[in-house]
């Protein structure tokens, strides 16, 4: 917090008239070894610098799973089983004119699955096209199996050869699978391993992903009339990674808007360039730091950097600030950055502390990336306590600020009159009518709020991948297999478990038929695939084909044939364990939770000591179980955030009063992001859990700065209008500053590639601004009738 | 088991596995059942004892079984599998899996589900009256409906099959000791009796509504003289020594004559009046014959496996090979009203024939999925049953 005692400290401008034994323990340790602190510095920034050249990108999933889940611990407890069930990348190759069925498109086709094959991290065996070996076409005759390769052995690109083909891909019953509904795109299955077999290395999904990138614009780069649909999940890691890049390029832009609006506020850019150094010095160690102990970046961690570079810049400000103050009215550089730290070291500490607290609570939520998060941001606000709070006053020590700059900022305060008309707005909220208005105009906002944030979705609600962009190539690459192909990129995989050689028990199989059959009625289901239906088509398969045999048989034998032609590929080897895949039109949480209900309600119809049905893997598995706990977390985390801001305002302001005046607004501001949320179609989800307490935890800082001081003011005597009008003076305009450069660290955000990093921005740079405003208006509206005005006579405390 | 329900059971939770379920029949035990569910584990099992204790009557764990549970009515039934397609006066029934049986009475636009008490899959149909009907299929079910099929009940299934039949060939193979056939049969009744009701009937035919035939999987025939209040095992009346699956039912042009045809080229000339049936050996082909149609000119045309077709104009002592393009299996085949046949292939092929079935060429239609049955629908239109339901597509002239 702000203290208020500018003026008690003596100007000195001659170094030789201070007292190098003043101030505190602190303040001595620092300042009297300012070469050994600077030295202390630059060595920990080597070192830690280093480090931090060694942090990995990271974009997997595991991490965002609720980790104590029934369904993520089903999925871990069988994830070895589970396996190599679907690491397959789907590259879908297209014509524009006519279909695939002409000697060129085939052998378009055929040039690009031979790029794939070569490409390292394919398991070329499992590798599946019109154009591979493997993809054999099948037909029973009086004298057993007849069939082959779908492309013929003697394929040669006439009329006679592409009918077979054609022949032999209907007959293959390949089409929608391998050939597009519409003949105009065949599809080529990639199955990955994750360890490369030459060098033992593990999969690198961005290397994997710019290879295909690059098979994408050497086919198909300039030719408007072919194109390659590239999905899968590595692909989507691999473009996440791709996008975390981005996001690091709008650090840069973070960085020059934070320097221009230090620059436009101090006009000194020694100074700013000063305070903009320190705060990427914090960040480079926290890179430093998280590098050391382990951490990866992840689409989530990086928003502490920039959460860390922005609250630094903010601190920095307010160091800057005192310094071109002091040295204004002639004070030594020195001396003037001894005072301001004097003055606001402990200031400082507290307010970094109270963001710390916004970022513990995310500790109780049991994701494992929020964890992290918490973690890594209380990293960087312990870190930025010695670049900001330490080594800017050290700094500024050494190189004093420019003259012009300081002279702007000694300069007496205007009066009341004088202001730039936006601050005496801000002071006609301290009078009864103006603030009357504020508090039924923010109520009736609050009331309209909670109407609409009652539609609060909770989950992704676009189509796709959600962690893209709905127009992100990758999404107009699954539209483009929804559109043209009988597939579905939204699984939710339920886990059938039986005992050792259980999978082939008739009674376990039949029940797999009848859960498949309670799934197909719901609405938003559109096909389950597991054992029990490969079975039933084998069956079929090993009868002639003759599809009136397409059944469950209670025959053993044939079971056990059946069985066995599934073996691995539908089945694991102990044929205890396989998963029914429930392909979902969208992983909307209304779809996801009929799916739960349904699975829940036929357990407890049928329970069987045979066969186990347990949720869940697959995409939507997991986002079914986020969304069970984010819906729960949203309300803890609101609790616990308020109740850590309340109990910080309770230490501070030591009055239910003060308490009140400073939640109100942010409880608004809380309203209204959620309302903002269901108008831009944001989900409640991992990414914006972080985003209420950030919100909340930072948005407390403002009313720190101001209501300490107002109350001090008042204490000291004044009206709340003059109170306010000081206030506005002293640290108003550093609020200003804070809320402009908090919301410019993250508003670049919205333009992340990656869909929920956009969503964080956006809210972020709303709460971050409203907070802001909320602080300014709302505030001084509720201490007009609050806050019991003191007795007239100006009693000093 | 006739209400749906009735015969599931009330849960324990899942996590548990307490298997304490399928002791209650009452709803007030279930409504006890759910409030405990909602109190912790040792309230739970305490009370569950006392449930037990005051009185419901215990019966053995029961386990799903499809034999036992009825059909549930469905809006996807029309887009799930479907396994045949008939016309019966104006109205359509379309039957598959799950134990549906769908009827239209417009032509095919809505289909309404029959109340049938199994969901085995049904696999054939017949209408020998306007009311009386049967349908057969997987696990030998057999079933009956006395409303023109909007409601089924169970007649006959594969548990009765083997037990039956076990005794009736047992008896037989004790009155004639010289008969070599019987103790085979005895010896595959026996094993039926230990897989359960594992063989499915493929076709129903009926002569009237008190005398039906119905054939399946393995050469298993059952017929009834009594509208299907006993079924009488007929497998030992039928020259069919491998046990060939039976797939098609059909009569030949003589009154009383009728044909079964099947697998490996399996075509035998049944009179009904003698009980008996023959094997013809003149067939010129060693693949399963799946369908049938008679032709205009009194001739019978049959469709098989390889998508291979055969004409016999003298009740199968002749044949021809018929001229069509290559194409799947044919799984169906129908004579139109205005004389022409068609006929379709597993791979949803359609083909017609305007000479009689010399001929066949391929139409154009739509590609609707892989097909099992074919019937005429209203004005130039084909419904078409398969993999994905039903589809209705136009038939060009």
Known sequence: ??????????????????????????????????????????????????????????????????????????????????????????????VGEGTIFTPENLEYIEQVNDAIFFMPGVDRNGMKSIWTPNTRWQTVTELGFEGGPVIPGDYNGSPESIAAVRTNIARAGIMGDLVGNDEKSAAIIVPLLDWDPETGARLDYAELSHKLEGIREQYAGDDLDRSIHIIGFAKLVGDLIDGLYVVMGFFAVAVIIATLLLYWYTRCLRSSLIVIGCSLLAVLWQLGLLAALGYELDPFSILVPFLIFAIGVSHGAQKLNGVLQDIGRGTHRYVAA???????????????????????????????????????ASMGVLVLIFTNLILIPITLSYVGVGRKAAALASEPPKSQQEMHVFWRFLLLFTHRGPAAVAIVVSALMAAGGIYVSRNLQIGDLDPGAPELRADSRYNRDVAYNVEHYSVSTDVFAIIVRTPADGCIDYRGLTLANELEWRLLQLEGVEDVRGLNVRAREVMAGINEGYIKWQSLFRNQDTINYAVSELVPDFVNPACSLWPMQVYLADHKATTLNRVVEALEQFNADWPSQRVEFLGAAGSSGFEAATNIVVKQANRDMLYYVYGAVILLCMLTFRSITGVLCAVLPLMLTSVLCEALMVWLGIGVKVATLPVIALGVGIGVDYALYVLTVILAKERQGLDLTTAYYETLNFTGRVVALIGVTLAAGVVTWAASPIKFQADMGILLTFMFIWNMFGALILMPALATFLIKSPPANPAKD | MGEAGAGRKISSTPYLYLDTSGIYSSDFNAAVVQIVMKAGVVIRVALLALVVAVGSPARATEEFDVLTQPAVPSARATHSLIYALRKFGDRYFATGIQGHILYSDDGGETWNQAQVPVRSGILSIDFPTAEQGWAVGHEGVILHSSDGGKTWVKQYDGIQYAREGLAYYQELAAQEPDNELYPVLVEELRLANEQGADKPFFKVKCQNDQRC?????????????????????????????????????????????????????????????????HRTYSVPWEGSFFASAATADGAIVMGGLRGRMFRTADEGATWIVVDKPQTSAIVAAIRLSDGRLVAVSAAGEVLVSSDNGFTFSLVPIEYVGPLSSVAEGPSDTLLLGGLKGIHKVTLPR
């Not at chain 1, 402990?346 to 963001?355: E, I, K, N, Y």
């Open chain 1, 338 to 376: 001894r005072y301001t730290f004097r003055r606001l070291f402990l200031a400082g500490v507290t307010a970094l502390l109270s963001d710390g607290v916004g970022f513990a609570v995310l500790l109780l939520i049991q994701i494992q990336v929020i964890q992290d998060l918490a973690i890594t």
């Open chain 2, 213 to 277: 035939n119905a054939v399946g999987a393995y050469g298993i025939s059952v017929v009834t003289f009594d509208g299907g209040q006993s079924w009488e095992h007929s497998m030992h009346r039928y020259e069919n020594d491998n046990f060939n699956h039976m797939f098609d039912y059909a009569p030949l042009p003589t009154p009383g004559r009728y044909f079964i045809a099947g697998e490996a080229g399996l075509f035998l000339i049944a009179d009904i009046n003698q009980r008996a049936a």
């Open chain 1, 1 to 94: 917090m702000a203290s208020s005692q500018e003026s008690d400290l003596p100007v000195i401008s001659d170094l030789r008239d201070f007292d190098f034994h003043s101030g505190t323990f602190l303040e001595r340790l620092v300042f009297n070894n300012r070469p050994t602190v600077v030295v202390l510095c630059v060595l920990v920034t080597l070192v830690l610098g280093y480090l931090a050249t060694g942090i990995r990108l990271q974009a997997g999933f595991e991490k965002t799973l609720p980790k104590s889940h029934p369904y993520v611990l089903n999925y871990r407890a069988n994830q070895t089983d589970l396996k190599g069930l679907g690491n397959n990348l789907r590259v879908v190759v297209a």
